[in-house]
Structures are given as structure tokens and as C-alpha cells.
């Protein structure tokens, strides 16, 4: 996996919300939905406002304590996961790059509050495969609900 690269998620495949720090991710293609929180959803967050996965790798690390090879490693496997789960893709068009990372420059009073790394979860749920994919909305186009999808797509 390349630090430089840029993952994007997966959608129209794929929806999302957060609320109050924990996210939740429906892949409408299989049915199977996820939750993340913490350390998941802040890499996830990253994700979405299309930052490289060398500065997911710095936003984390100046904001969770543990050893940078440790912090790494995890995000990795994490990002490794959620990509066998066909939630995120990369991102072949990286036209806009966010600088919503944090500069780890020198210890602020922030990076001394950081919290402690706890390795994310992928927590992944199946009991609802039925409903979702029998949900009509998997029959539209990128247009959205409630365009129906045309004959020719």
C-alpha cells in the first residue's frame, strides 16, 4: 500500500452517516452493514474529505498516543479491510487533496490530551441483508432515490 495513495468511498454502492462519533455504513450492493467508532471513524472522516493515506497516517498519530509503527501497521490492515468489503476504492481521479490533517509540528496542548490508540474495528452485521437489498432503492442510478432506473443502465 502506497502512503501517497487516495481512497474514496465507494458509492453510489455505498452510503454512510456519523452521529455522535460512531459511523455507520450500509453497502447496498451485498446488504451488509458496518459500524466504526473512534480511531474508524476518524480514518474513515479522513476518507471522505479525500486525504492521502500519509496524512490519515499523521492526523491519527498526532491524535492518538502509541507507537507510530504500531498506529501504521493497524491502519494498514483497517483500510486493507474496509477495501475486501468494497467500501472504499481508490481514488484514480485525486483532483482535490483536503489539508484536513493535522500538522504534528511541535507538542501543542492538544497532542498532550490525545487519546489512547485502540486498533480499529470493521464491526460488520448481516442480519439485515434481506430487507436492505429487497429496499427499492437498488433500483435507481446515480441519480438517486426515487429516480427510477432506466431500461438502458
Not at 492521502?52 to 492526523?59: A, L, R, V
Not at 500538522?103 to 452485521?125: C, N, W
Not at 439485515?128 to 437498488?138: A, N, R, S, T, V
Request: proline letters at 4%; one cysteine or more.
Amino acid at each position: 500500500m502506497d502512503k501517497s495513495e487516495h481512497y474514496r468511498i465507494n458509492s453510489p454502492k455505498v452510503i454512510h452517516e456519523t452521529i455522535d462519533g460512531e459511523t455507520v455504513i450500509v453497502n447496498l450492493d451485498s446488504g451488509n452493514y458496518y459500524s466504526l467508532d473512534k480511531v474508524g471513524a476518524d480514518i474513515w472522516e479522513c476518507i471522505v474529505k479525500n486525504v492521502p493515506m500519509h496524512g490519515i497516517i499523521e492526523t491519527i498519530a498526532s491524535q492518538y498516543t502509541d507507537e507510530r509503527d504500531q498506529i501504521e501497521k493497524a491502519m494498514y490492515q483497517f483500510v486493507d479491510e474496509m477495501q475486501q468489503e468494497n467500501l472504499i476504492v481508490i481514488n484514480e481521479s485525486q483532483g482535490y487533496v483536503s489539508e484536513a490533517h493535522v500538522d504534528p509540528g511541535g507538542e501543542t496542548e492538544q497532542m498532550k490530551e490525545r487519546s489512547i490508540f485502540a486498533t480499529p474495528v470493521l464491526h460488520k452485521y448481516s442480519d439485515m441483508q434481506d430487507l436492505l437489498l429487497l429496499d427499492p432503492i437498488h433500483e435507481v442510478d446515480e441519480t438517486g432515490w426515487p429516480n427510477v432506473k432506466t431500461a438502458d443502465t
